[in-house]
């Protein structure tokens, strides 16, 4: 009945990283800086140790706390989504992957011909203000809306009255066909949206993402060897697929995904849970919202005493996140940041401090050593633990 679990918040950092420089970044911290500003009640988290990691403003570091607990560097250059999920299931990358300001006439003009429809933008932007800038006139030509960021993203916004969502998939496929060698960004999104002004524009939860395609990782591994991998959220959409034997779908919200993830652990079938929590990165931490960032954790800080009760005594759950998105920060984008790491089981004897990891795929070491599988990168936290 082995089971180990994975929760991703996504982009809740903790603090710079010795090469935030390259990136803009110093002075980025996602988690001290959402400390600073909101009276943050987390009780579970800081029992585990959370305020052991770092010095959080209002957080406790405890004598003895539940969990073992340190932090983790990047080895992968970049700060996205797609890379530090892919490092901690084993992947490091040597080259980032490319970002624009605007795709290139090559890449538009193949996209508008083998789709057919024209397109506007073309430029870097706030999802959330783009479909306010351009939706009417969208809603006029039919035109797609397309737009990049700081990550490397495709990605294609249409109101879901002009293009159906499956149209649009459909869409994001072709673009995907179009994007690779030198052009190989790491995901094309589809944004649908719907309303009919600018006023109450406003995007549904029936985003996809469409990544590259993994190289072997931790959830091919565990396949080969007959254990059961179960996604939660977008953890689907980030592999391609690939390496998933089952699948929760897309959350509706945080609450929804953690939700999915105690249903997981009711099923009693073994194998490893990865869930990603998507809420903290896009509605909270691109939009500089840090209360709602804060009340997220406070949510997620609830539930998950309902998840600790339902692990069997050698379950084990891993916390941590996959970059920055420092909602107090200058800009909208993700930040260079170290990820927190707190490991939690009921037949822990005792709780280590893991201090500062040299890459995230140290996560991949301990949950193919967990199953017993040899692996050959990184580190087993399982050694120390």
């Not at 570091?61 to 990047?74: L, N, Q, T, Y």
């Not at 605007?102 to 506007?120: L, Q």
């Not at 006029?140 to 990550?151: C, E, F, H, R």
Request: aromatic residues 10%; proline residues 4%; charged residues 25%.
């Amino acid at each position: 009945m082995r089971r180990i679990c994975v929760i991703v918040a996504d982009s809740m950092g903790i603090g710079y990283l010795p090469d935030a420089d390259k990136y803009g970044d110093v002075g980025a911290n996602t988690l001290g800086h959402i400390c600073e500003n909101y009276d943050l009640k987390i009780p579970v988290l800081e029992s585990m140790g959370i305020g052991n990691i770092a010095d959080l403003k209002g957080i406790k570091k405890v004598d003895k706390p539940i969990a073992s607990f340190g932090k983790m560097s990047e080895l992968s250059p970049g700060k996205d989504t797609i890379t530090g999920h892919w490092e901690m299931m084993g992947t490091v990358l040597e080259h980032p992957f490319p970002v624009y300001e605007r795709f290139p006439a090559v890449i538009i003009d193949e996209f508008e011909k083998r789709t057919g429809k024209k397109t506007i933008g073309n430029f870097a932007a706030s999802g959330t203000e783009i479909i306010k800038d351009l939706g009417e006139e969208h809603l006029k030509t039919g035109a797609l809306i397309v737009y990049t960021s700081a990550d490397s993203v495709f990605q294609i916004a249409a109101n879901e009255k002009i293009v159906t969502v499956p149209e649009l998939y459909k869409i994001c496929e072709i673009a995907r066909e179009i994007l690779t060698g030198e052009f190989s960004v790491g995901r094309v999104i589809a944004r649908p949206f719907v309303g009919t002004n600018k006023d109450d524009f406003v995007r549904t939860a029936n985003r996809k993402d469409f990544p590259v395609l993994p190289p072997e990782n931790v959830l091919t591994i565990l396949q080969k060897n007959n254990v059961e991998t179960m996604a939660v959220g977008k953890i689907e959409d980030i592999f391609a697929g690939k390496g998933i034997s089952k699948s929760s779908g897309h959350n509706k919200n945080n609450l929804h995904g953690l939700k999915n993830t105690l249903e997981f652990f009711k099923e009693k079938t073994p194998g490893f849970i990865f869930t990603n929590l998507v809420d903290f990165d896009m509605k909270y931490g691109h939009r500089n919202d840090f209360e709602g960032y804060a009340k997220a954790i406070e949510e997620m800080d609830t539930f998950l005493p309902k998840i600790i009760e339902e692990m069997d005594g050698d379950d084990i759950l891993i916390i941590t996140a996959d970059h920055g998105c420092d909602p107090c920060f200058k800009g909208t984008d993700h930040t260079r940041e170290y990820i927190p790491i707190l490991v939690y089981s009921k037949e822990f004897s005792k709780c280590a401090d893991l201090k500062v990891r040299e890459g995230f795929i140290d996560i991949s070491a301990t949950i193919l050593d967990y199953f017993g599988i040899k692996y050959s990168k990184g580190i087993s936290l399982l050694k120390e633990i």
